[in-house]
C-alpha cells in the first residue's frame, strides 16, 4: 500500500455562490493528488507521457459529506491500495483545516500507448518504484 | 420516470492537452442537465434558490467511456428514474455528434434549507410538476 | 465590420461565492462568442485547426461594469472593426437579460502554423468569407 | 511599492488541446499571486469578507508573451505599485522554470461594502500592513 499526503488551498475560482467548492472541481485535486504521489515516489507524469504512455480516467467516484469552504487549506490522503496492472486505482480523503474528513474518492485510471490508442500495462519504471510498497 | 435531452458543444476551455474534454469537466455538463431537465418541466433552480431551498451534490459516479472531442456537439440524456424524496438522483448518458454512448453519470443530490442548514424533502412544487411522469 | 450575438446562460460552475460570474470565466463566454462568429460566417475554427493552423491568444483587455449572476441569459456581442491580417481583434460587449451592458472585452489573437510554430498570415479561406464585410 | 512572489504549477486541468495553459485560467493565477502577496503582510482577504468587504474586479488586462507549459513550476512576481486607495491596482509577471518571463498582467480592483453595495476606500487594516512599503 502507498501513501502520500498533499495540501490544497480552496481559491475563490473554486467556490460557488452556495459558498462552497463547486463539486466539479474536486477533480482537480484528485489529479493534483496523484501527480505529487507519483512524484514523491521519484515518478514523473509528465515524463511518462513524454515516453508515450497516457492515463485516461475511466471511473470517478466521489462522496461529498461536507462542503470544502474558501481558503482553507485541505488535506488530501491519497492510497494506493492495490499495485497498478492494466489500470491503476486511487483513493481519496479529503480532510479541511480541523482534520475532519470531508469527502471521499476513487478513481480508475488506465494506461494507454499514445501512438496506437491501444491500452497497456502500467510502466515498468513505475512498477519498480511502487515495489518497496507492495511486498 | 422523466426524461430530458440537452445538447453541449465541447469548448476549448473544456479540453485537455490529451486531446479530450478534461474529466472535471462533465461535471458541469450534468449541471446544466438537470438544471435544463427542470426548466423544461417549468421549474426554476434558480426560483428554488431564492425560496431557500438549496440542492448540493452528496454523490456522484461517471464512467469515461471513450473521449468527448473539441467542437462535438454532444446530447445529454437525463433520467430522473425516481421521483424525489429526500434525495433526488440523476442518471445521465452522454452521445456525440455519431451518436456513440461515450460517457454515464449518476448523480445524488440533497435538498437543503439555506437558513437551518437542515435536510428538507423535496419541494412540494417541483413534486407537482414531476406528478406525471411517475404515476 | 462583422458583427455577430451569441447567447449564454451563467452555470453554477461559474459563479463564485461573491454570487458573481468568476472574473476568470468570461474568457470561456469569449472563446465561445468568436468561434460561433466564425461558424455563421460558414468557417469553422476547428477545420481551420485540422489543416494546421492555431490561434492562440495575444492579448486581453476586460472591463467588469456589472456583475453576470446565476441563470442569467448573457447576450454577447463580437464585433471585428478590422478585416485579420497578421492578428484578429475581437470587441465583445455583453448584456444581461434587461438589455444592460454589464461587461465589454476586446481579444488579439495571432495565426500560428502548426508544424514550425511560425506566425502565418490569416488563412485565405477566412478571408474570403469576411470579404463582404469589408467592402 | 510591494512586491511579492508566489509558485504555480501547470495542471492538467489548466491545459487545453493546444498544449498550453488555456488563457482563462491566468485569472486563477492572478488571484492565487494577490491573495499569497496579502497574506505574507499578515492580511487574510478572508478575514477582510468575513468584516464586510469585497474586492470584485473592475478590470484586468493581460500579455500572453509565450505560453506556460503542463507541469511547469511557474513563479509568479506581484506588485503594488501605488498604495491602495479606492481601487487597488496588482501587477503580475510570471516567470516559467527557465525565468523566462511569459506573461504581463495588470488587475484593478475595487473595494466594496456587501452590505450597501458601495464603493468604499481600502481598509485601514490593510493600509497599516502596506505602510511601510510606500513610506
Same mark, same amino acid.
Given at each position: 500500500?502507498?501513501? &502520500?499526503?498533499?495540501?490544497?488551498?480552496?481559491?475563490?475560482?473554486?467556490?460557488?455562490?452556495?459558498?462552497?467548492?463547486?463539486?466539479? *472541481?474536486?477533480?482537480? /485535486?484528485?489529479? !493534483?493528488?496523484?501527480? #505529487?504521489?507519483?512524484? %514523491? $515516489?521519484?515518478? %514523473?507524469?509528465?515524463?511518462?507521457?513524454? %515516453?508515450?504512455?497516457?492515463?485516461?480516467?475511466?471511473? *470517478?467516484h466521489s462522496?461529498? !459529506?461536507?462542503?470544502? $469552504?474558501?481558503? #482553507?487549506?485541505?488535506?488530501?490522503?491519497?492510497?494506493? =491500495?492495490?499495485?497498478?496492472?492494466?489500470?491503476s486505482v486511487? +483513493?481519496?480523503?479529503?480532510? *479541511?483545516? =480541523? +482534520?475532519?474528513? !470531508? &469527502?471521499?474518492? #476513487?478513481?480508475? /485510471?488506465?494506461? $494507454?500507448? =499514445?501512438? +496506437? *490508442?491501444?491500452?497497456?500495462?502500467?510502466?515498468?519504471? /513505475? $512498477?519498480l518504484k /511502487?515495489?518497496?510498497?507492495? %511486498?
Amino acid at each position: 500500500m502507498y501513501v &502520500h499526503e498533499t495540501e490544497y488551498r480552496v481559491r475563490y475560482a473554486d467556490t460557488d455562490q452556495m459558498g462552497y467548492m463547486y463539486y466539479g *472541481n474536486y477533480a482537480r /485535486l484528485y489529479e !493534483i493528488a496523484r501527480v #505529487e504521489a507519483f512524484r %514523491s $515516489l521519484g515518478y %514523473s507524469y509528465k515524463e511518462m507521457e513524454e %515516453s508515450g504512455v497516457l492515463m485516461p480516467v475511466y471511473e *470517478n467516484h466521489s462522496r461529498f !459529506i461536507a462542503p470544502a $469552504l474558501y481558503d #482553507e487549506m485541505l488535506t488530501i490522503r491519497t492510497t494506493l =491500495k492495490v499495485k497498478p496492472a492494466v489500470r491503476s486505482v486511487f +483513493n481519496y480523503e479529503i480532510f *479541511n483545516e =480541523k +482534520n475532519v474528513l !470531508i &469527502h471521499t474518492g #476513487e478513481t480508475t /485510471l488506465v494506461f $494507454l500507448r =499514445k501512438d +496506437n *490508442n491501444r491500452l497497456v500495462a502500467a510502466p515498468a519504471a /513505475l $512498477l519498480l518504484k /511502487l515495489e518497496p510498497y507492495f %511486498s
